[in-house]
Every structure is written in C-alpha cells, then in structure tokens.
C-alpha cells in the first residue's frame, strides 16, 4: 500500500492533515501491507488554491497490467487544521480500503481487506499520537525575491502585544 497527498496550495503542507498522511506513511510501510494488488491511497487536501472536487472516499482507476488499484480520499481545508482530524483520516483510510475491497471484488481480484483493515486498527493510536495538533511559530521567513530565510525578530511583535494588554 502506498500513501501519498495532492496539497492543495504551498502552507497546507503545515496542517494537521497533512502531518497525519506523513506519519501514516511512516507507521504504514509498503512492507508491513503486502496486498495482491498494489493499493494507491491518494489523500487530496484543500487549501489556498482550491477544494478536493469530491467529499469523502472514491475509488479511482484499476490497471490489471500494472497491478495498481487507486483510491481517493478528501479532506476539505476548513478539517485540516482540526485536531482531531488524525483520527477521522484513519477511519476514511479505512473506508477507502473497504471501498477498493469492494470494486476489485467485482473485477474477481480479491485483496485482504480485513488483514489490511487489522493492521491500520493496530497503528491507528501510533498515527494519531505522532501528529502535533499545534502548529509553532518559525521566527524567520523567506525573501519574495531571493527565497533566502529571513530571520525575523519577534520580540517587537510580542512587547506590543503584552503593552496592548495591559492597557
């Protein structure tokens, strides 16, 4: 089983959503998923730039040649950042297999859905602890012109926001 992600703009790498597909695809080696057919689980997340064009899970194409089945799984980008996202991302992960179970069984292709199904029940505490639900704040950004780091000094910011407060 591979876990990749459509982004859907440069800062949702940064979300919760996108650090759960990241830890599944560590707690879910390839290896430890061995399946008849090779599942191709797509997480596509929205952000910035657009919306996923489905809700939910779909199962995607079959290639009997390549020996690869896909399936797609949505995240919208008002969920991404919620913290419990982690674990709703499991389930869907869950629902995608039994969903590829289902239409490779009307191609007569059987895969171990209950066997996969185990093993992801088996991480899914592993993913979700691994997840930071917070994001930290990077006290630099990047030159619009260079892309160099630029180191900021927050300490200005964070002064008159405490004056601020004790007005």
Same mark, same amino acid.
Request: zero cysteines.
């Given at each position: 089983?591979m876990?990749?992600?459509?982004?859907?703009?440069?800062s949702?790498?940064?979300?919760v959503?996108?650090?759960t597909?990241?830890?599944?695809?560590?707690?879910l080696?390839?290896?430890?998923?061995?399946?008849?057919?090779?599942?191709?689980?797509?997480?596509?997340v929205?952000?910035?730039?657009?919306?996923p064009?489905?809700?939910?899970?779909?199962?995607?194409?079959y290639? +009997?040649?390549r020996?690869?089945?896909? @399936?797609?799984?949505? /995240? #919208?980008?008002?969920? =991404?950042?919620?913290? *419990? %996202?982690?674990?709703?991302?499991?389930?869907?992960?869950?629902?995608?297999?039994e969903a590829i179970?289902?239409?490779?069984? +009307?191609?007569?292709?059987?895969?171990? @859905?209950?066997t996969? /199904? #185990?093993?992801?029940? =088996?991480?899914?505490v *592993? %993913?979700?602890?691994?997840?930071?639900?917070?994001?930290?704040i990077?006290p630099?950004?990047?030159?619009?012109?260079?892309g160099?780091?630029?180191?900021?000094?927050i300490?200005?910011i964070?002064r008159?926001?405490?004056?601020?407060?004790?007005?």
């Amino acid at each position: 089983m591979m876990i990749g992600s459509v982004l859907s703009g440069p800062s949702v790498h940064r979300t919760v959503a996108a650090r759960t597909i990241q830890a599944m695809g560590r707690f879910l080696p390839a290896e430890e998923v061995q399946t008849p057919v090779m599942l191709d689980v797509v997480f596509h997340v929205g952000g910035p730039l657009g919306e996923p064009e489905f809700e939910g899970v779909r199962t995607g194409s079959y290639s +009997r040649k390549r020996n690869i089945a896909q @399936v797609q799984i949505a /995240v #919208s980008s008002a969920e =991404a950042d919620d913290p *419990e %996202i982690a674990d709703v991302m499991v389930d869907r992960l869950i629902a995608a297999v039994e969903a590829i179970g289902e239409r490779l069984a +009307r191609a007569h292709v059987e895969v171990p @859905v209950a066997t996969i /199904v #185990s093993v992801i029940q =088996a991480r899914r505490v *592993e %993913i979700v602890r691994a997840v930071p639900t917070t994001v930290p704040i990077e006290p630099w950004s990047r030159h619009p012109i260079t892309g160099e780091k630029v180191h900021m000094d927050i300490e200005p910011i964070i002064r008159d926001w405490s004056r601020r407060d004790e007005k």
